[in-house]
């Protein structure tokens, strides 16, 4: 049985870490080989598995020294019919490694969660197509029953939440939230912006977010911006208007290379740990303790989410 479902800790304003870049960690850092960037095939064996456990293991043990709360979310970004069909799957073997993530988020929270340290699972769920340069927008009907295969395990598992990441555009969104509302799982969107703070689709953060709610009647549970650095979307939030207010998480990246420099790029940017502390916390400082998600996403690891730790989290002094 879920543990979470019903009332989602990060609901309120308790602030909670979660991870940082996985694939970037896996293999500029690991020199893990990760075809397509999926890092679901990893949970296919016990070193693969290992690894995996290793990476959470390091974000987890900042969470509890900062007695915080701490979000798990599933290496599942690629492990829907399309992206595990590329890479050889069939349908029976891509459902195994879906539960089998949620497995080891289960294992870990068993282990490592404390009364200040609550972990909440997500499962994970990435774009249909390409998370930088999608060449299809599918429509809200389109995006639900492609979604439906990873909601429907997700529901079936001991996880709390599900959470679309690198969202493209308001289409997929739509879909993602209606597959998970009838599974009856709570869900989050998490857009991505290019460097003007427009989604690839062109369309704005606040025009993506006004009609997913529209067109779900408001029912994801929050929404969360990842896979761009802060300079590309800190001036659309300045604003202190509803949509603003849906937003609980940010999972940046550290470097402030384009989505297309960054697809291009041979090398790791990790960009400036420090510095990126710093802007989560002059976020968190405009946009209040709603703010409370915190991460991160390409070019980080979990020194990036220990400076976020130290420039926004004071130490608690709570058992």
Known sequence: MAKYRSL??????????TDSGLET?????????????????LHANAAGEKHLRDYFVRH????????????????????????????GYSFSELT????????????????????????????????????YFPEQHMTGEEAQRYHAFQAEIFADTKADLISAFTMTHSGEAIGIVRAAVSVGMPVVISFTTET????????????????????????PAYYMINCAHPAHFADALASNEAWVKR??????NSSMRSHAELDNSPDLDMGDPVDLGRRYS???????????????CCGTDHRHVAAIAEACLPQRAVA
Request: glycine residues 10%; aromatic residues 6%.
């Open 25 to 41: 960690t896996l293999i500029f850092h690991d020199g893990v080989d990760l075809p397509l960037n999926a890092a679901f095939t």
């Open 247 to 252: 937003l609980r998480g940010i999972r940046a």
């Open 282 to 296: 002059r976020l968190r400082g405009a946009l209040g303790t709603r703010f409370n998600v915190m991460g991160g």
């Open 96 to 131: 195994k490694l879906n539960r089998a993530a949620i497995a080891l988020m289960t294992s870990l929270r068993d282990e490592f969660e404390t009364p200040s340290s609550p972990m909440p699972i997500s499962g994970n769920i990435g774009p249909r197509d390409d998370g």
């Open 196 to 219: 003007d703070g427009r989604l690839p689709s062109g369309e704005t953060m606040r025009e993506a977010i006004e009609k997913t709610d529209h067109e779900t009647h408001g029912a």
């Open 60 to 87: 987890i043990e900042i969470a509890r020294a900062r007695k915080v709360g701490f979000v798990l979310e599933s290496a599942t970004w690629r492990a829907s019919t399309d992206w595990g069909a590329k890479l």
């Open 8 to 17: 989602l800790p990060q609901m309120t304003d308790y602030p909670f870490l």
